[in-house]
């Protein structure tokens, strides 16, 4: 079954909303990916983050691996943050990473 | 910044055709990957390589052969082209436990 889940599937803000996605893994866990792909474009890191908390500008990685999930929190969001956001994780050395179906975010005026 | 880059970004074949997707990274990464991306399934791994010589069946290895003649080069093949591989397909390169980076993407038609 799928072993990466993201959620919600898509979501619709108003700019300046905040939004949290999330990703939970049914199985161990020896990285995380987040990306941000726009339509038709390719897939940009966003952060990698096996554990604990990153930040970037108005964003926020935070991965918890006991309870198996990552969360990616955008503040004040913009418009030009729309697109699609995966999540991908690795599940052990030497294994490979496996993806979400991603969360297909639209910021509106 | 870490350099992949895909060639064609565009295709059309014809089914029973040959196809040969081509990626070159200059990072010196040690693991490149191909996968295909179809709405309603997301990003799946096709084939993937640890390093020069080395080729590794993914997830959905059916109808693809990979070769990986040297560091910076993996490609993806398709033998017998059929319209159910009309996709995008995208190349990524990593270094052992770390960020994978993406191509920019090869859009595949299939008539």
């Known amino acids: 079954g799928q072993q990466v889940q993201q959620s919600p599937t898509s979501l619709v803000l108003q700019e300046g909303e905040n939004a949290e996605l999330q990703c939970n893994f049914s199985?161990?866990?020896?990285?995380m990916q987040w990306f941000y792909q726009r339509p038709g474009g390719s897939l940009i890191s966003v952060f990698y983050n096996p554990s604990g908390t990153k930040q970037s500008g108005r964003l926020t990685s935070t991965t918890v691996i006991k309870e198996r999930r990552s969360s990616l929190h955008i503040s004040s969001s913009q418009i030009t943050d729309s697109g699609t956001y995966l999540c991908?994780?690795?599940?052990?050395?030497?294994?490979?990473?496996?993806f979400g179906t991603g969360t297909k975010l639209q910021v509106v005026p | 910044e870490a350099a992949v880059t895909q060639s064609p970004r565009n295709k059309v074949a014809v089914t029973g055709g040959k196809v040969t997707l081509s990626c070159n990274q200059t990072?010196?990464?040690?693991?490149m990957y191909w996968y295909r991306q179809d709405t309603g399934h997301g990003l799946r791994l096709i084939h993937y390589?640890?390093?020069?010589?080395?080729?590794e069946k993914g997830d959905i290895p059916d109808g693809y052969k990979a070769s990986r003649p040297s560091q910076e080069n993996f490609s993806l093949i398709l033998e017998l082209a059929t319209p159910s591989q009309t996709s995008v397909y995208f190349c990524?390169?990593?270094?052992?436990?770390?960020?994978?980076?993406f191509g920019p993407g090869t859009r595949l038609t299939v008539l």
């Open positions: 390589s640890y390093g020069a010589g080395s080729t």
């Open positions: 199985t161990s866990l020896n990285s």
């Open positions: 990524a390169s990593e270094d052992w436990g770390a960020e994978q980076y």
């Open positions: 991908a994780m690795e599940q052990g050395s030497g294994t490979y990473q496996r």
């Open positions: 990072n010196n990464h040690n693991n």
